[in-house]
């Protein structure tokens, strides 16, 4: 969703993307803010320049909707949660998580931070408007901020999954059952719920003749969703759970010895089989793993004298798995640390291969059997 995205800035550590949307929605902000909110509420002031003020007061918005996500990520950083980055798009902002928050506790504390910071703001922008009673442009922009800050933190209390309220609710279900994969289930349920409520609003909407019915169907359609999204994703970690590497694990193993000419890895097993990587061993022992990434990175002039060794990616521990561990766990390993697959160790032996693609054909295969 968020492939057409750039990133304007860094904030501890994160990188901050505006989605191409966003555009859209800042331009359409400030059009309604120019043409219609100011002049009404602030009438005397010069029309010309009411493009400037709408143009502030959009960018302030958004960099209030940044402070939001910020304050999500600064708890989830406290607890060794990474945080890929934070996007803007066209009706709000959305910071990417590597992993879940590992209780009940750090998720309640990491979904209230976002409306508190909402509301924060809130109050010190109803203070600016009290204090610039004397500049009428500046007290409208402050009105407006304080307005919508508080709008943006009660939306997201709502008892919805994925909103603040959402997360609020799956963590108090997850605290009093003991059973994470169940309450987000449930928290996702209530989240389309409440996105079927707005649909309906919308659909009202336009059949009064307001156009304004559009937005609430696109907020609609994003939270039902990202909520049938994290309602398959805890399917999936339910399903997976239950499953052992031993299990699952791909035993005839494919692998490349060391010694081996890139140009020949390519024409015998990359072409040949069609995979994605394969072991790399040395007298039978694993020694690394090489993909099309590794493949790509050495000069197409040099394959034949280059050397599968040369250009794999070392064996270390963190490319070894054990056989009982739940798949789960390892799927959530492949998306934190951006692997494709693993190698299966047993006494420093190579037993089997274990691969992102593999575990999502299961997947795949599961829901239309029981689908």
């Known amino acids: 969703m968020f492939d057409n995205s750039w990133q304007v800035a860094k904030v501890m550590g994160i990188p901050i993307k505006l989605h191409v ?39 302030l918005l958004f960099l209030s909707v940044v402070i939001h996500e910020l304050s999500h990520s600064f708890v989830a950083l406290r607890y060794n949660i990474p945080i890929t980055s934070i996007t803007l798009f066209i009706i709000g902002g959305v910071a990417q998580m590597k992993k879940e928050p590992s209780s009940p506790k750090i998720e309640l504390k990491m979904a209230l931070a976002g409306p508190l910071s909402s509301y924060l703001l809130c109050l010190i922008f109803f203070i600016l408007f ?9 007290e409208a922009i402050a009105y407006y901020l304080f307005y919508l800050n508080a709008v943006l933190g009660t939306f997201n209390l709502m008892p ?9 609710l799956r963590a108090l279900l997850w605290k009093r059952s003991g059973n994470y994969v169940d309450a987000t289930k449930k928290a996702s349920k209530a989240g389309q719920a409440i996105a079927l409520m707005f649909m309906v609003f919308g659909f009202t909407l336009l059949m009064a003749g307001r156009p304004d019915g559009l937005w609430f169907l696109l907020i609609a359609w994003f939270l039902y969703t990202a909520a049938q999204t994290s309602f398959q994703q805890a399917a999936a970690k339910g399903i997976l759970a239950k499953i052992r590497v031993r299990d699952f694990m791909t035993g005839n193993i494919i692998a490349i010895d060391s010694s081996v000419p890139v140009s020949e890895v390519v024409a015998n097993y990359f072409l040949r089989y069609g995979f994605g990587g394969f ?5 039978g022992k694993p020694v690394g793993i090489i993909s099309l990434r590794e493949i790509r990175q050495a000069p197409r002039g040099r394959w034949n004298d280059t ?13 070894a798995v054990s056989e009982d561990d739940d798949i789960s766990t390892i799927l959530e390993r492949m998306v934190q640390e951006d692997k494709s697959r693993f190698l299966v160790i047993r006494n420093d032996e190579l037993v089997g291969l274990i691969t992102r693609s593999g575990i999502a054909r299961y997947l795949q295969i599961k829901g239309q059997l029981t689908g």
């Open 279 to 283: 072991p790399v061993t040395d007298g």
């Open 130 to 138: 009290k204090l610039l009673g004397d500049y009428k442009g500046l």
């Open 21 to 59: 949307s966003w555009f859209v929605i800042f331009v359409v902000i400030t059009y309604l803010l120019a043409t219609q909110y100011f002049p009404q509420v602030a009438p005397e002031l010069p029309h010309a320049t009411n493009w400037l003020r709408g143009a502030v007061a959009a960018l």
């Open 307 to 319: 050397t599968a060794g040369e250009v794999m990616q070392p064996f270390d521990r963190s490319l």
């Open 160 to 168: 919805g999954f994925p909103m603040d309220g959402g997360r609020v």
